[in-house]
Structures are given as C-alpha cells and as structure tokens.
C-alpha cells in the first residue's frame, strides 16, 4: 500500500505528546494514516522504529522514522510550509523554541508530578506549577495565542493545559488554574480548545478522568512500596 | 558601545551549556564580547536578560536576549549561514534534533547524577549512563563526527562528554566511559577535543577538578541534612 501524503503516525489516544502532533497535522491539513499503540504492550513495528526510547509519537514519513514530538513538529514545519507553526525570524523562532521548552520541559513535569505524588512532595510541585503558569500568563498577556493571531508551535506543545490539567486538577483534588489569577490563560484556553481542528483531537473528558486516576494511584502505589522497604 | 558582530555572550567559566555557545560561535568565526557571570551571586544584568531561569548562557544579538543553549544554537546556525551545524534537509536536521536532546537530556543528567549522588542511586545513574553512551556509540559509529565530517549540532552539545565526563569520572571514582566498550565515542574524543577551535575553550583540568569536587561535597552535605531531617 502506498504511504498517504502525511505518512503514518504511531500514537496513543491519551498522550499529550501525541495530541500535538495530530493537531499539526490537522493544522497543515496534512493526510496520514493513524496506528493506535499500546504503550503497555509495545508492537515490534514500534520497537523498530524508535529502538533508543520505544515511545510514540513515531511519525514515519518518507520511509523514515521521527521520534520525539517537538523535534516532529519542527519537521513537519519544514517539510509543509502552508499556514507555518514557527515564524519566520530567527529572533522569533528562538522565542517560540524557548516557550516551548519551558512549557514541556517545566508546567507539564510539574503538573506530572503534582498529580503523582502526596505530602510535601506534591505541595512543593503544586507552587512550581503555578509558578511556571505565572511565567506563561505574563509571556501571553495581551495576545490571542503565544504565537500571536494564530495558533502556533507554542500553543501546540502547551496545548495539555486546556485538556489535561483540567482533568489532573479534578482527580488529585488541587487548583493551579484559577482564572482570576490567570485571566489571559483563561481566554486562551478558551479559544484554543474551541478551535474547530483543536476540539476534533480532545480525547473525552471521562475517559481520561478514568485513565489519570489509574495511573495515579498504580504511581502512588509503587512509590509507597518503594520507601516502605527503606 | 557599538555591539559587536556576533553580540554579547552572557556565560560562566565551567558551563557546558555555555562551552557549546562558544564552540558554535567560533565555528562560525564569529566575534563576540564575553562577560563572565557568577551564577552564585547573579548580576541585575542577567537576571533582566533572563527573568525566567536567571541561567546563562544568554546572547544579546541585535539588542535582544536569548536563552537556552540549544536554542541559541538553532539561532545562530539561521543567522550566520557559514560552516553549518545543523543539516538542511528535514530528516537530517529532526535527527541531530533527536541526538542533541538525547545526549543534552539523558547522558547529560545521568553523568551528573552519578557525580552527585551515591549508593543505590549512584549506581543506577553510572548504568543509566553507560546504557546511554551505548546508544550514542550505536549512532557515531562509521562516522568521524556526530554530523559526518565535520563538527556539527550533536557533536557541541555532546561534547561534554569528551571534557566534563572524564572529571565526573575521577571525582567520582567511577567507569562510563570504557574504551574497549566505547571504541567509536573514544575516537571521537579525540578527534573533537584535539580540533583547534574546540581546545581553545576548555576549561584546565584542575580547576574543573577543584570545582566539581566542591559542588559535588555542597550537593551531598544538602542531601544528607534533608534525608536525616524526615
């Protein structure tokens, strides 16, 4: 069989870093054939094809395997040009790359482990989260979306804001998000979650409810036998 | 004060982060004036140029901050087009991506937590290590460099390991890097650090030793009064 336009992307319905590929695909209007993987249960075409992490996303495109979904994403914004994720400027696009990082690399580790954790542990992950979301309401304030009118790389890969931390916020009983401290946050949230294309990927709300709190309490779990046999 | 070509390189004497900075310059041929930071008491300059992390490296190019070494490097490689890092071609370009992040993300992390910590945990981080340094003697081999024939992207921000490694490696009294298991990365060493514009910025070994060991005994000490407080 032929490989559509797009290629095929290797994914799993819950994972953040999967969704924001999707979306920049849709965001493209780029084709692709979907492969849904179970992660707990790893195929061997995903062995093969991301043998160093064994993680999706994988998109294979051109015969040839892509692992890790920031450096996907900056793939598939140089091989489709139309409607562009990073601007053009190099002064821009550092920007942009920088935000990126901060929201992958900082909120999302951090609203990981506030979700995954009790005590002091979680009291001290739930400040770092609020922390780093008052350094991405300030870096927002005033524009529509990080990249300005349009939806852009940054707001792909903080994208996990709108949908998850949400449901994250719900199942460890914390708040992070609180809209009268976050108010341009708010709005973004809003217009990005209602983004025609956006919406379309939204896994639904119950299901991730019921996915996070299982792996929650499986986390929770290990990590107690863990310190009680110190 | 007219800035100079390449701008201002905020930096630290020791950091890696920085070290690749100033590789990526000087294989550009590009001048630039140098400040030296001290991160233990950070000056007003850097923490206005950095708000965020307060972290160097920063360079200021055309009277505007950018921050994160990897960034900085993706910028530079646009704005000074001669002796390219990075490849043009997408594929190429996502692959140095991917080994960037790996050596940056994981060898990087591990190696420094194998200087700083011990027991169980030191020896989970020496085979997270070695395990690491397996994958990317898996991709060096046959080439002379990460990028082929010359230096490039992967090879500044991998370079740690043929400079900092070693040291991690004596201060912590401990073997990754085993030549007979690592022929390829062993080659590589050699051939990246004996590369005229590469030796200019390394740090001499006793003062990177006398260092090390100092942050190394702070980090511990810090570990051992939290661990005996719970």
Same mark, same amino acid.
């Given at each position: 069989?032929?490989?559509?336009? &797009?290629?095929?992307?290797?994914?799993?319905?819950?994972?953040?870093?999967?969704?924001?590929?999707?979306?920049? /695909?849709? /965001?493209? &209007?780029?084709?692709?054939?979907?492969?849904?993987?179970?992660?707990?249960?790893?195929?061997?075409?995903?062995? @093969?094809?991301?043998?160093?992490? &064994?993680?999706?996303?994988?998109?294979?495109?051109? &015969?040839?395997?892509?692992? %890790?979904?920031?450096?996907?994403?900056?793939?598939?914004?140089?091989?489709?040009?139309?409607?562009? /994720?990073?601007?053009?400027?190099?002064?821009? !696009?550092?920007?942009?790359?920088?935000?990126?990082?901060?929201?992958?690399?900082?909120?999302?580790?951090?609203?990981?482990?506030?979700?995954?954790? !009790? *005590?002091?542990?979680?009291?001290?992950?739930?400040?770092?989260?609020?922390?780093?979301?008052?350094?991405?309401?300030?870096?927002?304030? *005033?524009?529509?979306?990080?990249?300005?009118? @349009?939806? *852009?790389?940054?707001?792909?890969?903080?994208?996990?804001?709108?949908?998850?931390?949400?449901?994250?916020?719900?199942?460890?009983?914390?708040?992070?998000?609180?809209?009268?401290?976050?108010?341009?946050?708010?709005?973004?949230?809003?217009?990005?979650?209602?983004?025609?294309?956006?919406?379309?990927?939204?896994?639904?709300?119950?299901?991730?409810?019921?996915?996070?709190?299982?792996?929650?309490?499986?986390? /929770?779990?290990? %990590?107690?036998?863990?310190?009680?046999?110190?």
């Amino acid at each position: 069989m032929e490989e559509s336009q &797009g290629g095929k992307l290797l994914g799993f319905w819950v994972s953040p870093y999967v969704i924001r590929v999707k979306w920049a /695909l849709k /965001l493209k &209007g780029v084709e692709h054939e979907y492969i849904e993987e179970d992660v707990f249960n790893k195929s061997p075409l995903l062995l @093969k094809l991301n043998p160093v992490h &064994g993680q999706v996303p994988v998109l294979v495109h051109d &015969g040839k395997p892509i692992s %890790e979904s920031i450096v996907i994403l900056e793939y598939i914004d140089q091989v489709w040009k139309q409607n562009p /994720l990073l601007p053009q400027d190099p002064f821009g !696009r550092a920007k942009a790359r920088f935000w990126a990082k901060f929201a992958a690399e900082k909120l999302q580790e951090y609203a990981w482990k506030a979700l995954c954790s !009790r *005590g002091e542990e979680h009291e001290r992950a739930v400040k770092s989260s609020i922390e780093a979301l008052e350094n991405m309401e300030e870096e927002l304030n *005033g524009k529509k979306y990080f990249g300005g009118d @349009k939806i *852009g790389f940054v707001d792909l890969v903080a994208g996990f804001i709108s949908y998850q931390l949400p449901v994250y916020e719900e199942i460890a009983c914390m708040k992070i998000l609180d809209s009268s401290k976050f108010p341009a946050i708010t709005k973004w949230i809003d217009s990005f979650r209602n983004h025609p294309l956006i919406e379309q990927e939204l896994p639904p709300k119950d299901k991730m409810l019921a996915y996070f709190s299982k792996r929650r309490n499986e986390i /929770l779990l290990v %990590e107690n036998q863990t310190s009680s046999r110190k």
